[in-house]
């Protein structure tokens, strides 16, 4: 493994070498792209994104690759019995951050525990946040103003709009709900796109504990035109109330 510490052979620059050894050694936080997902163990592999800087023999500045990250455990937006997931695939970009102390233990185990071994700082002790984006991944078209959770091309979103008093729901293809009961209250307008006319389909029976209006045509009050005795068919409805 490439040692990142410089070396300096000045006895006058000594003591700050000392110093920068040890600070090349402290890990706080890197951006790393994922290489790979386990979703059992809930982790990932990282590469670090920005490569390590070193002296080689003859004193010359040089860059390597840090080493591949491995078992590095997943930081998933959590708490109070709710969980927020989502895909994680190789290619996305992530922030590791690093442990002050060994994390093994605990990752096994849970609870408080003791650390494995004396290491602090260390490559080996990584947390991976998921979201941060390097210039050419920005997502497109972000609302400054309302909050979303949106699909990263933007065809998708749940959207809480606080101005406008107003939850919206987003699906190129459809939205469904899927529970033994729905309870909407409020009014109910179903809209084609445009506000144009669009049919509804209930595989059921619909009950109301009011009147239906079809149109103008009160299911529960019309009349009918051409009204007469005995089994024959009586006309279209009126539309009028009794």
Not at 76 to 81: K, R, T, V, W
Not at 141 to 163: C, H, K, N, W, Y
Not at 201 to 215: E, M, P, S
Request: proline share 7%.
């Amino acid at each position: 493994m490439v040692d990142f510490r410089e070396r300096y052979d000045s006895d006058v620059e000594r003591t700050r070498a000392a110093i920068d050894n040890k600070m090349a050694a402290v890990w706080t936080a890197l951006p790393g792209v994922i290489q790979s997902v386990d979703v059992t163990k809930q982790s990932v592999s990282v590469q670090p994104a920005l490569r390590g800087v070193f002296r080689d023999k003859a004193g010359k500045v040089q860059t390597a690759d840090i080493p591949l990250l491995v078992d590095v455990p997943i930081v998933y937006p959590s708490g109070g019995g709710y969980t927020l997931t989502f895909p994680i695939l190789p290619g996305d970009e992530c922030l590791v951050v690093f442990s002050a102390r060994c994390i093994d233990n605990w990752w096994l185990a849970g609870g408080v525990q003791d650390p494995a071994d004396a290491r602090a700082h260390d490559l080996s002790d990584g947390f991976a946040i998921v979201g941060p984006r390097s210039v050419p991944r920005v997502l497109p078209a972000v609302s400054p103003d309302t909050v979303q959770l949106r699909s990263d091309t933007g065809t998708m979103f749940v959207e809480i709009d606080t101005t406008a008093q107003t939850l919206t729901l987003k699906s190129p293809l459809q939205i469904v709900l899927d529970a033994p009961n729905t309870v909407l209250t409020g009014n109910l307008e179903v809209q084609n796109a445009g506000g144009a006319p669009k049919t509804a389909l209930f595989n059921g029976t619909i009950k109301a504990t009011q009147d239906v209006i079809a149109a103008t045509v009160s299911v529960a009050h019309h009349q009918h035109t051409g009204v007469r005795s005995g089994d024959e068919t009586s006309g279209t409805p009126t539309g009028g109330y009794s």
